[in-house]
């Protein structure tokens, strides 16, 4: 089974993150622990709801994301190391 509660997120990155999860039907989020334990609550007590958000996880999901996002970012820096090797890791 696969659902999500988000209750807070950083800027940036990981509100596109709780868009992503909301949009696509496989959580909630919410900031307030009475809202979170209810509908927490609510998905335990129906299997058919947890089917629901378990389905549309799985159907959100991108199982070789991690692995192309490294690919994408070795790619780059084999570009940086070609173009002369400065800066090829700022921090």
């Keep these: 089974r696969a659902c999500a509660v988000a209750h807070r997120h950083l800027p940036g990155q990981e509100t596109g993150n709780v868009r992503h999860v909301l949009s696509n ?3 909630a989020y919410s900031r307030n622990p009475r809202t979170i334990a209810a509908t927490v609550s609510r998905w335990l007590s129906s ?18 994301a991690t692995a192309d996002i490294v ?7 084999e570009d940086r190391l070609e173009e002369g090797g400065q800066g090829a890791v700022d921090a």
């Design 25 to 27: 039907g496989f959580g």
């Design 47 to 64: 299997p058919s709801e947890l089917q629901t958000l378990s389905r549309n996880a799985r159907a959100a999901s991108r199982p070789g």
């Design 71 to 77: 690919r994408d970012v070795l790619r780059l820096l």
